[in-house]
């Protein structure tokens, strides 16, 4: 136990919990397969206006349901977009936009 020390009285303190993470080991796979199938088929056309920045990268593939339209032919693809794309928008629902595009430029690196 922790403690802390006041006006030399020593009171125990309370750790804060962790946070439990954003998404999923089952939905980071998903996440990441998403945007980089997104982004082979983007990023030709991306890559010069992203000037190397992931973070830029990433949001490109994000950005206006491409993970849904973009991620890749076949039902297949088209699924695991559009499960990327709602677990986007429930993130969104909970965390600022600028902390899910952090999370997921850390997840998955393409430029």
């Known amino acids: 136990m922790r403690t802390k020390i006041q006006r030399g009285i020593i009171t125990p303190t309370k750790r804060k919990a962790k946070a439990p993470p ?15 199938s997104t982004w082979q088929r983007i990023g030709a056309d991306a890559e010069q206006g992203c000037d ?17 339209l973009d991620c890749g032919y076949g039902r297949s693809a088209s699924l695991t977009g559009q499960m990327a794309d709602d677990l986007i928008k ?22």
């Not at 990268?57 to 849904?68: K, M, Q, S, Y």
């Open 22 to 36: 954003m998404f999923t080991l089952d939905e980071q796979t998903t996440l990441a397969q998403a945007i980089q």
């Open 52 to 68: 190397g920045d992931n973070m830029c990268a990433v949001e490109v593939c994000i950005d206006a349901d491409r993970l849904t």
């Open 90 to 111: 429930q993130a969104l629902k909970v965390h600022s936009y600028d902390k899910v595009l952090k999370v997921l430029s850390n997840l998955v690196s393409l430029v």
